[in-house]
Structures are given as structure tokens and as C-alpha cells.
């Protein structure tokens, strides 16, 4: 069985300072994982994945995540944000054979003041 | 992005009408899915196709059915909606069916169901 628990539903960050959106998960397989961004009123977009190659993945606009195998963690982290960077944010595990056990986590809203 | 486009983009019907949405696809991609978003559940599998008249259920299947008849064309059918099916609807693609494979997401249908 799978699951995926995003800790925190809404975080709130200034312009600059550093995020961190925290993901753990449960897997009976080799997971995949990862996560997607949706902006307001939007389809969700891939931010990056882990397939079990490396355990420090870096996404797009600079976000990454690292695998955590004895924490169960795959924690979303970017040094600096940006006003662009506030929507909701989605971890997913994944069965690595079959798209059709996909668990999402029940999103994170990441709000960035000024 | 990715060529996936949904129809209609929002919908307000009465309970115990039928009603159909569509995804359509221009990328040839072999895997299609029906997710829904509700507050505090992330995205849920209703079902997925793995090719031309070739599909399966997903984890909320209930009072849901879908066809596929056409590569880029997967429908969504309520046979009759209820109050519960209010909810938006993402469609998704991907060009394989495992786990480590990108999906990618359609704009979604917000559906209201009075």
C-alpha cells in the first residue's frame, strides 16, 4: 500500500527567505516521486521527479528535493523565493510499474509576502 | 505545454442529468486519466485508459464511465450527476503507463451540480 502525507497545508514565506515544503510518504515498492505546482485556476505542472537514480533531484525554477529513504521524506526546498513561486504544491508517490497507483498528497498552499 | 485541452472548461447542471466532458490530446500519447480535485483531497484517479478502447478504474469510479475511441480523444460520461460529483476535473497524459512517467495535466472543468 501507498500513501503520502504532506505535513503542513499552508505555508507562508517573506520574498527571499528560503522554502520548505515537507512530503513523507509510505510505500510497500520502489517509489517515484513527485512533485507538481498548480497556480491559481491552472492544471498542475511537473516541478521534478525521483525515479532512483540520484537521491538530490533539482526541478525547474529552482526548487529540488532530496530522498530521504530512512526518513521516508522527500521534502521540497528553494533558497530564495519569489512572488511567482505562490500557488499549491503537490507530492505524489507512485507504484514505479504502474501510473495507475498514483497517490497524491493532499497539497500544500505556499503564500510568499512581500 | 503539452497539447491537452478540456471541454467544456466550466459546467452548472441540475442532479440527475447526464452529462460528458471531454479531453483532447495532440501529443499521440498512448495513456490518458480522469482525475478529480477536491479541498483536501489533492487529485483522485477515476479512470485511466491505456489505449484505444482499452481502459480501467481508478480509486473513485463510482458513478463514472468513460470511452475511448479515438487516441486523442478520452470522454468522461455521468450517467446522472449528484451533488457529490461537484468537483474539478483534470484530465491528464502520459506516453507510458508506469509509475516513473510523466503525466501531464489539462487545464480541468470545474463542474457544479445543483
Known amino acids: 500500500a501507498q500513501s503520502v502525507t504532506q505535513l503542513d497545508s499552508h505555508v507562508s514565506v517573506s520574498e527571499g527567505t528560503p522554502v520548505l515544503l515537507r512530503c513523507n510518504y509510505s510505500s510497500s515498492y520502489s517509489p517515484s516521486l513527485f512533485w507538481y505546482v498548480q497556480h491559481p485556476n491552472k492544471g498542475l505542472q511537473l516541478l521534478l521527479k525521483y525515479t532512483s537514480a540520484a537521491t538530490l533531484v533539482k526541478g525547474i525554477n529552482g526548487f529540488e528535493a532530496e530522498f530521504k529513504k530512512s526518513e521516508t521524506s522527500f521534502h521540497l526546498t528553494k533558497p530564495s523565493a519569489h512572488m511567482s513561486d505562490a500557488a499549491e504544491y503537490f507530492c505524489v508517490v507512485s507504484s514505479y510499474s504502474s501510473a495507475s497507483k498514483i497517490i497524491f498528497g493532499s497539497g500544500t498552499r505556499l503564500s510568499i509576502r512581500p | 505545454d503539452a497539447g491537452i485541452t478540456q471541454s467544456p472548461r466550466h459546467k452548472v447542471t441540475e442532479t440527475g442529468t447526464p452529462v460528458t466532458l471531454r479531453c483532447h490530446q495532440t501529443e499521440n500519447h498512448r495513456y490518458m486519466y480522469w482525475y478529480r480535485q477536491d479541498p483536501g483531497h489533492g487529485l483522485r484517479l477515476i479512470h485511466y485508459?491505456?489505449?484505444?478502447?482499452?481502459?480501467d478504474k481508478g480509486e473513485v469510479s463510482d458513478g463514472y464511465s468513460v470511452s475511448r475511441s479515438k487516441t486523442e480523444d478520452f470522454l468522461l460520461t455521468l450517467e446522472s450527476a449528484t451533488s457529490s460529483q461537484t468537483s474539478v476535473y483534470f484530465c491528464?497524459?502520459?506516453?507510458?503507463?508506469?509509475?516513473?512517467?510523466?503525466?501531464?495535466f489539462g487545464p480541468g472543468t470545474r463542474l457544479t451540480v445543483l
Open positions: 491528464a497524459i502520459s506516453d507510458g503507463g508506469q509509475g516513473v512517467d510523466t503525466q501531464y
Open positions: 485508459s491505456y489505449g484505444v478502447k482499452d481502459t
